[in-house]
């Protein structure tokens, strides 16, 4: 397989976006989850050990199981332990969901105009899970993990920028070229490398690091590895769900976002149609 050092950041955009990372002051991944993906790597993992890891954090281990055991992962039947989820869903999975729910414990914000981002930034990932539902080549676990990960980039620049918030409602479900313009020109980065960057540093895997950066590339991607293409078309296809909820879809853009994610996705008539009425119910 080739190298996809050349899908990477420059320099210069990595060391912005390290620059940006640090006057947030994000803070890192909890230990838990950086002791799961080593367990991971191990020849043998040790189940044990990893119900052992995730029971250490009492609070995460409940949102956990509740997510584990909401309508999204669409399981037969409840997820009482921590135990029993390693056994029935497998430490590679299991990792994932702990994962992202360590991240959505970790940036979720409660108040003002960062919540309406953030709750966007969620919607997005529902979106995204529900599409993996439907097609084959990633695990829904895999897509939330993406989905919560793929715009955080822009909640960290709510967090230093006074005037983001209005740009991206202007312009994130709608334009989305155009808010980066706006990104670069205001904080020398944009969004999709910063996201990038805080994958990277907390270890997810490549092709959904990758993902993150090139979402909204113009042009589909070459690359050997197919998980990096189909993750970005359920972006794209999510971003252009979200628009058509909110009746943003006609836009150049989020036509282009739609025949670009149709044409990598093998999504059925039925449950094209199913998709589309739930973004005109609010049905995620």
Not at 21 to 28: E, L, S
Not at 192 to 219: D, Q, R, Y
């Amino acid at each position: 397989m080739k190298s996809t050092r050349h899908l990477y950041p420059t320099k210069t955009a990595f060391e912005a976006a390290f620059q940006v990372v640090r006057r947030a002051g994000i803070p890192q991944i909890p230990d838990v989850v950086l002791a799961l993906r080593k367990e991971m790597g191990q020849l043998e993992p040790d189940l044990r050990v990893a119900a052992d890891l995730i029971a250490q954090d009492p609070a995460l281990t409940g949102q956990l199981l509740k997510t584990i055991n909401s309508p999204a992962f669409n399981l037969s039947a409840p997820i009482t332990s921590v135990s029993q989820a390693v056994g029935l869903l497998g430490l590679g999975r299991l990792t994932t969901i702990v994962t992202a729910e360590a991240i959505n414990r970790m940036m979720g914000v409660n108040q003002g105009s960062v919540r309406v981002l953030w709750e966007s930034i969620m919607e997005n990932a529902r979106v995204i899970t529900a599409i993996a539902r439907v097609t084959s080549g990633i695990s829904q676990d895999e897509a939330y993990l993406f989905g919560i990960m793929h715009d955080v980039g822009s909640l960290i620049f709510a967090n230093v920028s006074d005037n983001y918030i209005s740009e991206w409602s202007f312009r994130g479900n709608s334009e989305p070229s155009v808010l980066l313009s706006y990104e670069r020109s205001t904080l020398g980065v944009d969004h999709t490398t910063v996201g990038f960057l805080l994958a990277h540093n907390w270890k997810l895997p490549e092709p959904i690091a990758l993902a993150i950066l090139h979402h909204h590339s113009v042009k589909n991607l070459e690359v050997d590895e197919p998980t990096i293409p189909y993750l970005i078309a359920l972006a794209k296809l999510a971003h252009y769900l979200v628009a058509l909820s909110h009746g943003t879809h006609d836009t150049p853009e989020m036509q282009d976002y739609r025949e670009q994610a149709w044409q990598t996705l093998d999504i059925g008539e039925g449950d094209w149609q199913d998709l589309n009425e739930q973004a005109l119910h609010g049905g995620w």
